[in-house]
Nanobody, 123 residues
Framework: HVQLVESGGDTVEVGGSLRLSCTSR????????MGWFRQTPGKEREGVAA???????KYSEFAKGRFTVSKGGGRTALILQLDRLKPEDTGTYFC??????????????????WGQGTQVTVS
């Protein structure tokens, strides 16, 4: 049973920073992708950043230069550093994972596993 749990969401001022973490349980594949997706008001869920076990990394255009995805240590599987936050970054951020996957330059991977989400509010 795979379990992903996000933490770190909060309310911050414009230009502020947050660090989101994702802990995982029961998820291990030789090749795998983990990533962050978000649901912002009035929009469909979209990919933010993804990383695979070979170190491949992908960012959405809006995330480039402001957000940084990295692998964690121990139970912390994934981290997303959010800097220079804007009001349009407000939304629910989800940790997601898929086995047998590599990050590539096309569309974001389609996850089989999702966390419950953590709320980020920028005002």
């Amino acid at each position: 049973h795979v379990q992903l749990v996000e933490s770190g969401g909060d309310t911050v001022e414009v230009g502020g920073s947050l660090r989101l973490s994702c802990t995982s349980r029961g998820f291990w594949y030789r090749s795998a992708c983990m990533g962050w997706f978000r649901q912002t008001p009035g929009k469909e869920r979209e990919g933010v950043a993804a990383i695979d076990n070979d170190g491949g990394i992908k960012y959405s255009e809006f995330a480039k230069g402001r957000f940084t995805v990295s692998k964690g240590g121990g139970r912390t599987a994934l981290i997303l550093q959010l800097d220079r936050l804007k009001p349009e970054d407000t939304g629910t951020y989800f940790c997601a994972a898929e086995g047998g996957c590599f990050v590539h330059s096309g569309d974001f991977f389609i996850p089989s596993y999702w966390g419950q989400g953590t709320q980020v509010t920028v005002s």
